[in-house]
């Protein structure tokens, strides 16, 4: 869907982006992390076709955005961190503005309106002036805009900024709707363990560099230095738990307490998952069943130190 090759965006003598690669198939949700200044919404602005690249390639369905800047616009829906929205406008005449500006023919105008506000939750909020929305429904009311043309790609750049956690869970399960619908999305965000939850793939970048990029299960077992999972069960439960843990291969050293079980495990979700099914098949009483490893912050920091690390070097 999206594949962006060496790409490289100079402001004068500031380098904010790096020789940047990156691959994103169709259907992903790809979460985009870095600090504040890495290159995030910079790179997002190349792909939306908003900024032009110093140098390299980025391809949106095959089409080359820097020859065909129009064709690939056609294809995004791009919701920006800072956005103007028209507070003296009703929310039903703010999406049918946007619908004109995208040449929507008028005649269809109220059933798209209709269906995007459905999908955001925003249908009891038509006749509502747009000043008069909190914040996250503002940000939601965003979303739709960003969906009127039908896009196949989705670019939000940082949309639970500034939510509350009631925002931000009802932001995440329009997410994960829209990609049921097949939608790609690229997603930055702050909140990385929101990110772990809602996407297929990620990249860490810092510095304008890609530090690493693909799949999070891939990531997280590449670059964890080690995984853990803790099973809570009922009196009685510890035991006949161990027993079937130590059967299985990729389960390794393992603690126990009064009601709970420690254990090292090496292997993907679909391995983890099937353990689950196994003690749950056997009678083990449980309670809880959880990974208890590193998660996307802990290795997030990781990865950025050492690249930091390696800048320092490279400028002493």
Known sequence: MVVVSNLVKKYGKLLAVNDLSLEIEKGQIYGFVGANGAGKTTTMRIISGLLRATSGKVLVNGIDISKNPR??????????DFFGVYSDLKVSEYMNFYSGLYGIPPRNRKK??????ELVNLSDKRDAYV???????KQRLCLARSLIHDPDLLILDEPASGLDPRARVEMKEILKELKSMGRTIIISSHILHELSEICTAIGIIDNGKMVVSGPVEE???K????RRIKVKVLKGGVEPLVKCLQEEPEIGRITTGNDYVEA??????E????ILKNIVIKGVPVISFTETGENLESIFM???RGNSQDADKSNN
């Open 131 to 137: 000043d008069s929305l909190s914040r996250g429904m």
């Open 112 to 117: 798209i309106i209709d269906d995007l506000l």
């Open 71 to 80: 064709a690939v616009k056609k294809m995004i829906g791009y919701m920006p």
């Open 219 to 221: 990531i997280m077992a």
């Open 302 to 304: 990781h990865v950025t």
């Open 271 to 274: 391995k983890l998952a099937g």
């Open 264 to 269: 090292d495990f090496n292997g993907n979700g």
């Open 223 to 226: 670059l964890s230095h080690s």
